[in-house]
Antibody, heavy 118, light 111 residues
Framework: QVTLKESGPVLVKPTETLTLTCTVSGFSLSNTRMGVSWIRQPPGKALEWLAHILSSDAKFYSTSLKSRLSISKDTSNSQVVLTMTNMDPVDTATYFC??????????WGQGSLVTVSS | NFMLTQPHSVSESPGKTVIISCTRSSGSIATNYVQWYRQRPGRAPTTVIYEDNQRPFGVPDRFSGSIDSSSNSASLTISGLKTEDEADYYCQSYDNDNHAVFGGGTKLTVL
C-alpha cells in the first residue's frame, strides 16, 4: 500500500526557513519511472506545483520560486525534504507531497497546513 | 512557460453530462500529456484521468478525457452526473523543462 505523509511545523515566522519532510511507504525512492513532488494550495485557491525529485536524483523547481526552494531525498529512510527560505504570509498554504508515476501525481499525502505569521 | 485556463465554475443537473475545458495558452496541447484531478473539500486531490484519456483503476467510465488541437485544449467529460461528483477539478500538464503546470481549477456543482 502506497502512502505519503507530510510533517513539519504548523507555524513559521516571516523570514524564517520552512523545512517539510515527506515520508513514503509502499514504494522505493529509487524506483525508475517514479519521483516525489511538492505542491501547495493556499486557502481557497488553486494548486501550485513547487518542485520534484526523480529516482535519478534529478531536481526540478518552479521558475518563480526556484531561488527559495531546495529538494532532496534520503532513499534509505524513504524521505523527501523540501526547504523554502524567507517565508512570507503569502506562503500560508497546505503543502502536499505526491508520488509521480511517469507523468501523473498518482498518490498524494493528506497535506500539511503551514501558517506564516509573527 | 504556459498557462492552463479552466472555467471558474460549472453546474449541471444529476444525470446530465458536463464538459470542463482546459485551454493551453502557448505551445501545443498535444505536446505534453494532460492529467485531471478531483479534489473534494478538505481532501487531497485524486486522479480521474491521466495521459490525456486514461482512467485509473476504480474511476468509472462516466469520466473521459480528450484533447483538441484545433482549440488547443483538453476536456474532461463527466456523464450521468451524480451528486457525489461535486468537487473541484484541476487539469495539469508539463512544460518541456519538466515543470508541472496546474490549471486554476473548476468548481463543479451538481444541482
Amino acid at each position: 500500500q502506497v502512502t505519503l505523509k507530510e510533517s513539519g511545523p504548523v507555524l513559521v515566522k516571516p523570514t524564517e526557513t520552512l523545512t517539510l519532510t515527506c515520508t513514503v511507504s509502499g514504494f522505493s525512492l529509487s524506483n525508475t519511472r517514479m519521483g516525489v513532488s511538492w505542491i501547495r494550495q493556499p486557502p481557497g485557491k488553486a494548486l501550485e506545483w513547487l518542485a520534484h525529485i526523480l529516482s535519478s536524483d534529478a531536481k526540478f523547481y518552479s521558475t518563480s520560486l526556484k531561488s527559495r526552494l531546495s529538494i532532496s531525498k534520503d532513499t534509505s529512510n524513504s524521505q523527501v525534504v523540501l526547504t523554502m527560505t524567507n517565508m512570507d504570509p503569502v506562503d500560508t498554504a497546505t503543502y502536499f507531497c505526491a508520488r509521480i508515476l511517469d507523468y501523473t501525481f498518482d498518490y498524494w499525502g493528506q497535506g500539511s497546513l503551514v501558517t506564516v505569521s509573527s | 512557460n504556459f498557462m492552463l485556463t479552466q472555467p471558474h465554475s460549472v453546474s449541471e443537473s444529476p444525470g446530465k453530462t458536463v464538459i470542463i475545458s482546459c485551454t493551453r495558452s502557448s505551445g501545443s496541447i498535444a505536446t505534453n500529456y494532460v492529467q485531471w484531478y478531483r479534489q473534494r473539500p478538505g481532501r487531497a486531490p485524486t486522479t480521474v484521468i491521466y495521459e490525456d484519456n486514461q482512467r485509473p483503476f476504480g474511476v468509472p467510465d462516466r469520466f473521459s478525457g480528450s484533447i483538441d488541437s484545433s482549440s488547443n485544449s483538453a476536456s474532461l467529460t463527466i456523464s450521468g452526473l451524480k451528486t457525489e461528483d461535486e468537487a473541484d477539478y484541476y487539469c495539469q500538464s508539463y512544460d518541456n523543462d519538466n515543470h508541472a503546470v496546474f490549471g486554476g481549477g473548476t468548481k463543479l456543482t451538481v444541482l
